[in-house]
């Protein structure tokens, strides 16, 4: 990747299991996106989802052990990517699932939600599952600047009286 510093935007979090977690992540993926000023639009949900999976995925072999939920995003490139790290050396790996089965479709989720942009890596510690979403294409900042003051400049202007008494 090839960024410059006001494209490349990049956080991390260590995680634990706990009731809610997953819903927590997910809310502050998306307050940290709309912080960096990405206009997710219909992806999201889909941003939302992949947290989801990759997370419920990560907390399910790390057995109790925290993880690490990393957020790097792009404006040049349109995408962000999840970077989830836990203590388990199982990596996850698509597999036919039964018609009726009731777990094991999260990866196929990611595949898709992805275009098979995943992968999974061993670490020292355990693996590092990597997931990259492209986002919708997003006016410049210098455009967005640029709206801004034409708004600014469109909006009524309060009349100041001044009384003498």
Excluded: C
């Excluded at 996106?33 to 889909?46: I, K, P, T, Y």
């Excluded at 203590?87 to 698509?94: C, K, V």
């Excluded at 510690?125 to 492209?134: E, F, I, M, Q």
């Amino acid at each position: 990747m090839n960024h410059d510093a006001d494209d490349a935007f990049g956080a991390a979090w260590p995680l634990t299991a706990f009731d809610g977690a997953v819903g927590f992540a997910r809310r502050l993926v998306l307050a940290t996106l709309r912080v960096w000023g990405f206009e997710l639009g219909d992806r999201a949900d889909d941003v939302a989802l992949l947290v989801s999976e990759l997370l419920t995925n990560a907390f399910a072999y790390s057995d109790g052990r925290p993880v690490t939920l990393g957020l790097y995003a792009s404006r040049s490139e349109h995408s962000l990517t999840l970077d989830v790290l836990d203590a388990s050396s199982d990596h996850p790996e698509l597999r036919s699932v039964d018609h009726d089965a009731e777990h094991g479709r999260g990866l196929f989720i990611v595949d898709h939600l992805t275009a098979g942009q995943w992968t999974s890596q061993a670490t020292a510690h355990g693996k590092r599952v990597l997931a990259t979403l492209s986002l919708p294409t997003q006016p410049s900042a210098v455009a967005g600047q640029q709206i801004h003051q034409l708004i600014r400049a469109a909006r009524p202007r309060p009349r100041v009286f001044s009384f003498a008494i």
